[in-house]
């Protein structure tokens, strides 16, 4: 551990490692969400807060994951930008873009994002009248579906979160291949496929999540 933490490319392994980790929660988060399509959404949150276990462990894992990226990615930023060619392992398929350029403002918007998101839904307190917590369903449930809905009513949340959904695709795209790259497979034969599957996956996956604001500011789902 300690000879990663003290070697760049050990410390770009960390980046990769903890990145990926956070793809797989984002990956399944936007699954759960798009139960809210289904009518499903309130069963789906009542169902994981019953799982009290799985979900300190997936916070755990999660913030600690969160913690290491953001300490070692600024650390290889600022490695870059002192410019010391040396420390800072690029291969030869890596071309600048300007994805790859801004890796660390779209992480700190998601970053900011995140505090306002956990504001907004978990702890509930942005929108306190419509709170899931203070609002049950006709089955005795906490209504997550009408806190989702009511929220992305408001322009103003909805284009928070479009807005940053847009830094997260960036950081994505850039940042899935990379992280494979760092992790060893860059030989030129899997580089395009890589390349085209972290593009593709952070597509989807902005589909994904911009699908619910979008949604709901055209109107198309007003709840019940
Ligand atoms: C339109 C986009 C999104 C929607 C509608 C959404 C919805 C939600 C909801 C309803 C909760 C509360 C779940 C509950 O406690 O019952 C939640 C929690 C959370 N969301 Fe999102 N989310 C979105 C995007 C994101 C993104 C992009 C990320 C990560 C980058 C994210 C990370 C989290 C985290 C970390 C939690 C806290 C989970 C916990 O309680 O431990 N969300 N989200």
Redesign the pocket.
């Known amino acids: 551990m300690k000879e990663l933490i003290n070697s760049s490319v050990g410390r770009k392994m960390l980046v990769a490692v903890t990145g990926q980790f956070m793809v797989l929660?984002?990956i399944v988060?936007v699954l759960g969400?798009s139960t809210?399509f289904f009518g499903g959404?309130n069963a789906y949150?009542l169902k994981?807060?019953s799982l009290p276990l799985l979900?300190w462990i997936?916070?755990i894992l999660?913030g600690s994951a969160l913690a290491v990226h953001v300490i070692f990615s600024i650390q290889v930023t600022l490695e870059n930008w002192t410019s010391n060619p040396d420390s800072y392992a690029m291969t030869k398929y890596q071309r600048s873009t300007f994805a790859s350029r801004n890796m660390i403002w779209t992480g700190a918007v998601?970053g900011t994002?995140?505090v306002f998101?956990?504001l907004h839904?978990?702890f509930q307190v942005i929108n306190p009248a419509f709170a899931?917590s203070a609002n049950m369903d006709a089955l005795g449930r906490p209504d997550?579906t009408l806190?989702?809905i009511s929220g992305f009513q408001h322009f103003v949340s909805s284009f928070i979160?479009i807005a940053?959904?847009i830094a997260?695709a960036l950081h994505l795209f850039h940042g899935i291949q990379s992280s494979f790259q760092t992790l060893g497979i860059n030989s030129e034969r899997a580089m395009p496929y890589v390349t085209k599957a972290g593009s593709v996956a952070s597509i989807i996956l902005f589909l994904g999540?911009?699908a619910?604001?979008v949604i709901i500011l055209l109107g198309l789902l007003k709840g019940q």
Do not use: D, G
């Open positions: 929660f984002i988060h969400n809210l959404l949150a994981l807060h979900v997936t916070r999660m998601i994002f995140l998101h956990l839904f978990t899931a997550v806190m989702v979160y940053a959904m997260l999540y911009i619910i604001p």
